[in-house]
C-alpha cells in the first residue's frame, strides 16, 4: 500500500523553530530518508514552495486568490513523504521518526 506522510506546520502547540534547529531538521529528514531507501519503501518526497500566495480553482470555474503560501489556514502542509509500506501502522511508526518540530498525517493513497 502507497502512504502520503503530510508534514504539517503552524501548530502553535509544537516548539518553535529557531534558525540553528534547521541543520538538524534536515539532518532527520535525511535520516529517515536513507532507512525508507535502504529497505524500499522510499517513493518521492518534496517540500512545497513557499510563494506569494495561492490560487485555488473551483468546480465552478473560478478562481481565488490567497494572499501567502497556502489557502489560509491554522496549520499548512509544507511537504510530504510518499512511502510504500503494509499497513497504517506501519506508515505511522515511519511519521514518529520524522522530526519533532512538525505534525503529521499518513493518508493511503487512492491511485486512480
Not at 534547521?22 to 517513493?43: N, R, S
Not at 511519521?95 to 512538525?102: D, G, S, T, V, Y
Request: aromatic fraction near 12%; charge should be neutral; glycine fraction near 6%.
Amino acid at each position: 500500500m502507497k502512504f502520503m506522510l503530510l508534514i504539517m506546520n503552524g501548530d502553535p502547540e509544537n516548539p518553535p523553530i529557531k534558525e540553528t534547529d534547521y541543520p538538524a531538521i534536515f539532518a532527520q529528514f535525511q535520516k529517515v530518508t536513507a532507512e525508507l531507501q535502504a529497505q524500499g519503501k522510499f517513493l518521492h518526497s518534496a517540500r512545497l514552495r513557499p510563494e506569494t500566495r495561492t490560487v485555488r480553482a473551483g468546480r465552478d470555474g473560478n478562481r481565488t486568490v490567497t494572499d501567502g503560501p497556502f489557502l489560509e489556514t491554522k496549520e499548512m502542509v509544507g511537504g510530504y513523504f510518499m512511502i510504500e509500506c503494509p499497513s497504517e501502522a506501519e506508515a505511522l511508526e515511519w511519521a514518529k521518526k520524522l522530526p519533532p518540530f512538525f505534525n503529521f498525517q499518513a493518508r493511503q493513497v487512492w491511485e486512480m
